[in-house]
């Protein structure tokens, strides 16, 4: 399975909505400040962009020289249409620094450095340690997660639903023809996660690992082969 760490730097380099908790703003009038862009530089450290106006810039500009603490929250949704879509959580908390000269004009980069980080998803709440984090590595498969899930759920589903002849003749019972849709809800280079919905209050997730680990799509593609191959026979 993939680390705390590992599933924390996936969600902070992709495109989950995002936002910039910093104390001394006022949510009412400037609203949390979302990042345009978020990078992990090779310390572990995160930088944030966003226009060089914004309340955050102007906040950390004026907070040189002083430790001004923040904290980006992360917020992950499956891409389908399924219950219960929120698929996790995950907090960076540290200490924002504003960076000149690094983004183009107009723009600031903000330094969030790491502190703290702590995730909250479909594999369980776990802390992170700064080296950890660090020397994580997003999953490969992340930036085409969406479209991916996005094509098994519309063009796959009637094979999808036969994975559930794989998990034991208990389940595959509750899994009868007509009776619970598939719906992939997560995927990364370690395997598949499905939800088997029969109602909004009735459904089970589903883990299906590949035999070895991905690295691109091409990959995946065979994993995904055989493992389609394994539930028809």
Do not use: N, Y
């Amino acid at each position: 399975m993939p680390s705390a760490a590992e599933r924390t730097r996936t969600l902070v380099q992709s495109t989950c909505s995002a936002q910039l908790l910093v104390p001394g703003l006022d949510p009412a009038r400037a609203g949390h400040p979302v990042p345009d862009s978020r990078t992990v530089g090779p310390e572990g450290d995160v930088f944030l962009e966003f226009p060089a106006d914004s309340p955050a810039v102007r906040t950390a500009t004026h907070a040189q020289g002083d430790e001004l603490t923040a904290v980006l929250e992360i917020t992950d949704v499956a891409p389908v249409s399924v219950p219960h879509r929120i698929r996790g959580r995950a907090r960076v908390s540290g200490w924002l620094t504003s960076v000149p000269g690094i983004a183009e004009p107009g723009r600031m980069m903000l330094r969030l450095e790491f502190g703290e980080a702590s995730v909250d998803d479909l594999w369980g709440a776990e802390g992170i340690e700064p080296e950890d984090f660090r020397d994580a590595a997003p999953d490969p498969l992340a930036r085409h997660e969406a479209e991916l899930l996005q094509h098994l759920a519309s063009a796959h589903e009637e094979q999808l639903r036969t994975l559930c002849g794989l998990l034991g003749e208990r389940t595959a019972r509750t899994c009868a023809p007509d009776r619970p849709s598939a719906v992939p809800v997560a995927l990364d280079r370690f395997g598949l996660r499905v939800r088997f919905v029969e109602s909004r209050d009735a459904c089970f997730d589903a883990r299906f690992e590949f035999p070895e680990p991905v690295r691109d799509v091409t990959g995946l593609r065979r994993a995904l082969h055989t493992l389609f191959e394994a539930a028809a026979s």
